[in-house]
């Protein structure tokens, strides 16, 4: 199991997907007024995904390791902060269940990786020889890659 590239990782796309579902949930006219509680979900969803990024990155097993062990700790934060949520009435039980769901498949792939580099014998990329780090960074390797497109801030609608 090798990636180029973060977005190839199952738990990534998962906890960019937890990110578009506390999105989704935070903008619900109470929880939006709690500016905390909304702030601290956004950043610990946030965290799951953007540790996982981070620590693949890094190009080192131990420092990706270190990493997606903060990512899987972000997802029980957002677990938690699901049922504070839940408690001051922002969100019904079926969310609540639908965000536990989504934080508990993230926490598990995030676990399935860890365990993977845990058996492996694969230092990382930074510990390869330059010819390889050469080779991994190629533009050849990711043909179908397209960088996002940039908006036209100049084409958006006007918004009152």
């Not at 270190?66 to 969100?91: H, K, M, N, P, T």
């Not at 792939?109 to 510990?127: D, P, S, V, W």
């Amino acid at each position: 199991m090798t990636f180029k590239r973060f977005e190839e990782i199952e738990a990534w796309k998962l906890a960019r997907e937890l990110c578009r579902t506390v999105k989704q949930l935070t903008e619900k006219p109470n929880f939006f007024s709690d500016w905390e509680l909304r702030k601290q979900i956004r950043a610990s969803s946030g965290s799951v995904m953007d540790c996982i990024a981070e620590g693949h990155e890094r190009k080192s097993n131990a420092e990706f390791k270190y990493f997606l062990g903060i990512s899987q700790g972000s997802c029980g934060e957002v677990r938690s902060q699901g049922y504070r949520a839940l408690d001051y009435g922002y969100i019904d039980e079926l969310e609540l269940k639908e965000l536990h769901t989504l934080a508990i498949r993230t926490s598990a792939a995030i676990h399935a990786l860890l365990e993977y580099l845990n058996k492996t014998n694969i230092k990382g990329l930074r510990h390869a020889s330059s010819k390889v780090r050469k080779y991994a960074y190629s533009d050849s390797n990711f043909p179908n890659f397209e960088p996002p497109q940039m908006i036209d801030p100049n084409s958006l609608p006007d918004t009152p």
